[in-house]
Each structure stands twice: as structure tokens, then as C-alpha cells.
């Protein structure tokens, strides 16, 4: 099966972490050390190394997932629904910026 990578800037980094991933690790950053759904993923040191050098991204892939289907973001191995990572999205820009 082919491989989805999202068709926006740097969608081909995003795609690699995946999107719920990626919310999940930034509200660990952000807001909450407690929060460690992220850590499921055996791949999560290769996926915070592209965290890290994506950051310029992060902003604009957030507002990107707040207009992704729901039921798409609720296709994850990290236990969030689409609800959910929405909301962890909104309070991450809504605290970060």
C-alpha cells in the first residue's frame, strides 16, 4: 500500500512522525509532562529527532490538523481520538503562541 503524505509544507516530515503522533509529543512539550500516549510507539526516538528539527513547521501543521477529518485522526496506535487531538491542537496554539 502507498504511503499518504500530506500535500502541504513539509507534509513529507509530518507524514514520517504521523499527525497524531506529532500532537501528542507537542502536548507533551507544551503542556503536559504527563502526558505520554506518544511513548506507545516503539519508533518515538527516530520520531523526536524529526520533531525536533521540524519546529519552524509546528505551528502551521497544527492549524493544518484542526481542519483533518476526525475519523482519519481516530485511525492512531496511541489511544486518542479525533476529538481529542483536536483539542490537544487548540490548546497547544492557544498556549504556545
Known sequence: MARH?????GGDE???MGAVWFVSYSFYCHIDKSHLNWK???TYKKRASVFR???RFH???LKQ???MNELNLNK???ALNGTEV????????TEKL
Not at 503524505?5 to 509544507?9: A, C, L, P, S, V
Not at 483536536?86 to 496554539?93: D, Q
Open 65 to 67: 490538523i484542526l481542519s
Open 40 to 42: 506507545k510507539m516503539s
Open 14 to 16: 509530518l507524514t514520517t
Open 59 to 61: 505551528t502551521f501543521w
Open 76 to 78: 492512531n496506535k496511541i
Open 86 to 93: 483536536k483539542e490537544m491542537a487548540k490548546k497547544i496554539l
Open 53 to 55: 528539527r521540524t519546529e
Open 5 to 9: 503524505i500530506f500535500n502541504f509544507e
